[in-house]
């Protein structure tokens, strides 16, 4: 799909923001992204930001706030108001870094184990709601796809190309 329309006479007639795959992508995004925040915020008073470096966390164990950042590609900002929140509720532990004096390291408490184990079932029954109607190979060429689109973006914003994972 292109965002430029066919003029009755055949030649382009210019932009069509409906047919722009940009846009198209971002009211996608905000569409699934604004149902999850609704019930990440109603029943467990998460922000989607949070969520996201719990579940970071939970995959990946004790990581700063740098590799959060990066694994994320949410901007340090986000993920430092997001951490804030919760060491406040104790769901994540903040301590030095060994590594570099200057940095922290944040890891899951027990508490923040056990909301992640409440809501990971949730997030793949939205995520199963979500894809019904697709079959698997539809599934499985759509994360290709948007794979390749996230990285034909980062090139272009001249930033290294990521490490291959659902091409």
């Known amino acids: 799909m292109s965002g430029l329309a066919k ?4 030649e382009e007639a210019g932009l069509r923001l409906d047919a722009y795959l940009p846009y198209r992508l971002s009211v996608a995004s905000n569409a699934v992204s604004g149902l999850i925040a609704r019930a990440y915020e109603d029943r467990f008073g998460l922000t989607v930001p949070q969520w996201r470096v719990l579940c970071v966390l939970a995959e990946d164990g004790r990581l700063s706030q740098v590799q959060i950042v990066a694994r994320t590609v949410m901007d340090k900002v ?7 929140g919760l060491v406040k509720r104790r769901l994540v ?4 870094n060994k590594a570099d004096g200057r940095s922290h390291v944040l890891a899951l408490t027990a508490e923040g184990r056990s909301l992640h184990s ?28 948007l794979s ?8 272009l914003a001249g930033e290294a190309p990521p490490t291959p994972s659902l091409r």
């Open 7 to 10: 003029a009755s006479g055949g």
């Open 93 to 96: 532990g903040r301590s030095q």
């Open 118 to 145: 409440e809501i990971a079932p949730l997030a793949l029954a939205y995520e199963a709601a979500l894809i019904a109607g697709l079959a698997p190979e539809e599934v499985t060429l759509l994360k290709r796809l």
């Open 78 to 84: 986000t993920v430092s108001r997001a951490a804030q």
């Open 148 to 155: 390749r689109l996230q990285s034909a973006a980062g090139q």
